[in-house]
């Protein structure tokens, strides 16, 4: 059975409410259906899913340890709001852990992790125009296979948490800024220049060379990503 684009019953085990609870808010919280600020109606959400309000109080409990839901004195639930400081911090983060995981899946990669690797490319588009969900979905799954072909459980653990931040910024980044009727030349060539740059990576990454994957990855994050653009349409924190 399928609740909201959730799977409740995989092959392995059925979901236990809080877990469906927790994928269906977690979902719709980085997908943007929920947007920053957004107050949770406790009541309605769990009647929607068909649950009581205690399993999603538990998922809402999950969900503000990650960061993406904030809980008051009184229970109260509303998505995490966006911060230019942690836009910040997250970009100085994935700055140095992303060309480590590209050089690290260079040396341990399997031909599994290739096939996969190369599958998931294969899936990639530029990102242009104001229907980039699919493309942000196909991104994130590429780099996903780049993070596990590293086959440092700890390094995977740590970038695939910090994604789902990463992807709430992205998107408010990309809704702000995507408009295909005015792009200049040159930021569509650099679109074209970022999708080309995960071709490059996995050809790098399957002839063993690290210090190419690396160099590669620094120069996607740093000097060519979309994403870098996109977050710095945030404004700036009170503080900064």
Sequence with gaps: MTIDGVDAMPVERALTKSELAYQVVR??????????????????????????TTPLREALRRLNSEGLVEIDAHHNARVASLSKTEA????????ALDPAAAGLAAIHRTDTDMAILRSTASDLQPINGNKFSEALLAHRAFHAAVYRASHNSLMI????????????????????????????????????RDYHEHFRLVEAIEARQPDVATMIMRQHKIESSLGERALDTLRPDRDE
């Excluded at 920053?36 to 109606?41: K, L, R």
């Excluded at 910040?88 to 700055?95: M, Q, S």
């Excluded at 948490?161 to 408009?179: E, Q």
């Design 157 to 192: 653990e740590m970038l695939e948490v910090l994604w789902d931040k990463v992807d709430r910024y992205l998107r408010l980044g990309l809704t702000l800024t995507a408009d295909s009727n005015n792009l200049t030349a040159d930021s569509s060539n650099e679109r074209l």
């Design 27 to 52: 979902r719709r919280v980085l997908s943007g259906e929920y947007p920053p600020g957004f107050i949770i109606n406790q009541l309605l959400v769990a009647s929607s899913l068909g649950l009581s």
């Design 88 to 95: 910040r911090e997250l970009r100085e983060i994935r700055k």
